[in-house]
């Protein structure tokens, strides 16, 4: 059975468009907007797109949140998790570039997926020079070898219900290439298109339409029409992001009012962790978050084919832990704030509010689960392992907390010096504060009791100037550490 492969980040947002630019853009779709009000008989009216309402998404039974659960049934958290995430259906990455399985591997999903009655969510990732040689780059190792790759993929798919997800970023994301190689890649896109419906008829096959917060909806469907979207069924949008599920669905109206509104296409919308919308600036693993919309094609919008959870939630974007690894505490996080499944928000109509260039959240990130309601307790033997992923000005961290004394601890409190010009920006599975160089990272109640022997991790971002030299002095519960 093929498992998902560590896959991209999301990218790193683009400057942020000038303040004629943004207004224009917001005029486009406050007037999309209004035109499809228009076209759907005003609101209240009952629409759906060219998915039925009742469609069932494939679920999955080796995704890697199903094994977590499966070997972690004593965990505080699985019940959560194993409710609100590992029970839904997620898209299943083809991210590794293996030519001679990738027939056999798509072929495992599609038969299991048309033997349980239910609809696959495929995503094709092998572009070359992904993610501008970012951090997910990789791919097909030219277009010839990506065209038979494609063809390899799209036989594979059968004469079952399909919907690939074709290349995130690969149309919004072109700042490393010319002009001549970004005309290559959106040709072998859109023979890519062409190769998958004439292998699956019963195919629906989504190109890349970026996000709220990028391109403006003209020049990304400009960059669609040239990749041959008007033979495809459509366009995704908000893939690994967090932008709101309104300000996406208004995105996408404005992008479908730039094409001319062509009946035969639609969007789909990744929802996966945007139901506490974006974290500022931080991209990269922010905390607060929540999973957003279920998956569902009960969107009540004619536009809007389906809410998919595109990017697995729990999957790290590559900074609390390698791209693509599931982390419980990250899963934990995103739905320990959300509704059960059994009432789920499947119907969430576009507002009539255009998306600003900040995509601000319609609600506040909610607050992470609530530290221990008990002081520390009990004097502290450990050891901390402090690993360090620096870059030019900024780093990531992941900290290991480990409990080498005879007997548990009952809450923890991590104290230490940076000994740079170290400044924390973000943290996740810990409250980190930092009061000059003094750093404090206190449990969040349910990683709080650390058995002898037990161990926890948290992770956090930073910037820094000319020093980011690693603390080497670490006290828990007011005792010092050693340190790995």
């Known amino acids: 059975m093929h498992t998902p492969d560590p896959h991209r980040r999301t990218a790193v947002p683009p400057a942020r468009p000038t303040r004629r630019a943004a207004a224009l853009a917001l005029a486009a779709v406050t007037a999309a907007v209004g035109l499809v009000a228009a076209a759907q008989g005003g609101a209240g009216a009952a629409v759906q797109g060219s998915l039925a309402a009742d469609t069932q998404f494939y679920k999955d039974p080796t995704s890697q949140a199903v094994k977590w659960v499966a070997a972690n049934p004593g965990d505080s958290r699985t019940p959560v998790i194993s409710k609100r995430i590992a029970s839904q259906p997620q898209g299943i990455w083809f991210a590794n570039y293996r030519p001679d399985t990738v027939t056999s591997d798509v072929r495992t999903i599609t038969s299991a997926a048309a033997q349980a009655g239910q609809v696959p ?284 004394g005879s007997s548990a601890l009952s809450g923890w409190k991590l104290a230490w010096t940076f000994p740079g010009d170290q400044k924390i920006t973000s943290a996740w599975n810990a409250t980190v504060t930092q009061n000059g160089t003094a750093v404090t990272a206190t449990d969040l109640g349910y990683n709080g009791n650390l058995a002898a022997g037990a161990s926890t991790s948290f992770g956090l971002q930073a910037t820094y100037g000319s020093n980011n030299t690693a603390p080497s002095a670490f006290t828990l519960n007011g005792t010092a550490c050693t340190t790995s």
């Open 121 to 404: 969510v495929l995503v094709a990732y092998m572009i070359p020079n992904r993610d501008c040689g970012g951090a997910s780059a990789g791919g097909a190792p030219d277009l010839a070898s990506y065209d038979a790759w494609v063809g390899k993929f799209a036989a594979g798919l059968g004469s079952s219900r399909s919907i690939v997800v074709l290349e995130p970023d690969s149309i919004a994301l072109t700042t490393c290439l010319s002009a001549q190689q970004q005309n290559d890649r959106f040709a072998s896109l859109a023979r890519a298109v062409n190769t998958i419906h004439a292998a699956s008829p019963n195919a629906k096959v989504y190109l890349d339409g970026g996000h709220s917060t990028w391109n403006s909806p003209s020049e990304q469907a400009n960059r669609l029409r040239n990749a041959g979207v008007l033979n495809s069924n459509g366009f995704f949008t908000n893939v690994s992001n967090f932008n709101p599920t309104s300000n996406e669905a208004s995105f996408a109206h404005g992008v479908l009012n730039a094409l001319g509104n062509p009946g035969n296409l639609h969007a789909v919308i990744d929802t996966s962790r945007n139901g506490n919308g974006p974290a500022g600036s931080v991209w990269c693993d922010p905390s607060g978050r929540k999973i957003g919309n279920y998956p569902t094609a009960a969107t009540n919008d004619s536009g809007i084919d389906a809410y998919l959870w595109i990017k697995p939630p729990g999957e790290a974007d590559g900074c609390a832990a390698a791209a693509g690894t599931f982390v419980p505490d990250i899963a934990y996080q995103l739905a320990v704030n959300a509704a059960d499944p059994s009432t789920p928000p499947t119907s969430q109509p576009p507002t009539s509010q255009p998306p600003t260039s900040q995509a601000p959240s319609s609600q506040p990130p909610s607050s992470p689960p609530p530290a221990s309601s008990q002081p520390p307790t009990g004097n502290a033997s450990c050891s901390i392992a402090y690993r360090a992923n620096s870059w030019t000005g900024g780093f990531t961290a992941d900290v290991t907390v480990k409990n080498t």
